[in-house]
């Protein structure tokens, strides 16, 4: 199921956290968390953890996140469909980066095996 704008960011990540546990085979024997602090329309805190295999989200506070990106939503869901390359983004300042710049690019990676 790809992902719609249309959606609010809570059912966003709902489905975000079930394709990725629905096909964990990218996710495998990852144990690191993402934070993602989210402005504009629908501005919010989440993190996206990788544990045991398996992927949860939160609403938490990001400041313990191994890697915090931080963005409009905007770009976060062009980010979600492919259309946003994160060193582009970086670069350009839309994607700041918290952390291990290797670990967003990784997070790219991974996305980029499921259609959102």
């Not at 629905?22 to 968390?33: K, R």
């Not at 062009?78 to 710049?101: D, Y």
Request: proline fraction near 1%; aromatic fraction near 8%.
């Amino acid at each position: 199921m790809v992902i719609e704008h249309e959606k609010d960011l809570q059912q966003t990540w709902e489905e975000i956290e079930r394709q990725l546990n629905d096909n964990s085979a990218p996710i495998q024997g990852l144990d690191v968390s993402y934070g993602f602090n989210l402005s504009g329309d629908e501005a919010g805190n989440y993190v996206l953890v990788f544990a045991d295999n398996k992927a949860s989200v939160t609403t938490k506070e990001t400041e313990e996140a191994d890697c915090t990106l931080t963005m409009k939503v905007e770009d976060f869901y062009k980010l979600l469909a492919g259309k946003l390359n994160t060193t582009t983004a970086f670069m350009m300042g839309k994607l700041k980066v918290k952390g291990s710049l290797g670990l967003a690019l990784k997070l790219e990676n991974i996305l980029t095996q499921y259609r959102f």
